[in-house]
């Protein structure tokens, strides 16, 4: 997986920067958790406070546009995402029932 800085767009009245990024990969789209972790990786930001807004793929096409925000306040981040948006990137459940078993 790799990750290609197209743009950052720093917005501070909402605390958050947006970046867009072009992401290599092989075989299937990443999840939105590993895209999270590589872009926290990348922008040097913790992953707990990204947000992965958009995944565009084009079919047959090992290739996708990435928008994400970084924030610098958690509670900004929960002010202005919608609570959907903010659950896909929980872990589910099960997935912590299975870690802990192991």
Known sequence: MDLELLKERDMPLLSRKRYTFF???????PTRKQIRDAIAAKTKSDAALTVVKHIYNRYGVERAKIIANVYSKKDDMLRFEDKSLLDKHAEKKEEAKEQAAE
Do not use: D
């Not at 992401?23 to 789209?29: M, S």
């Open 23 to 29: 992401l290599n990969f092989k075989g299937p789209t």
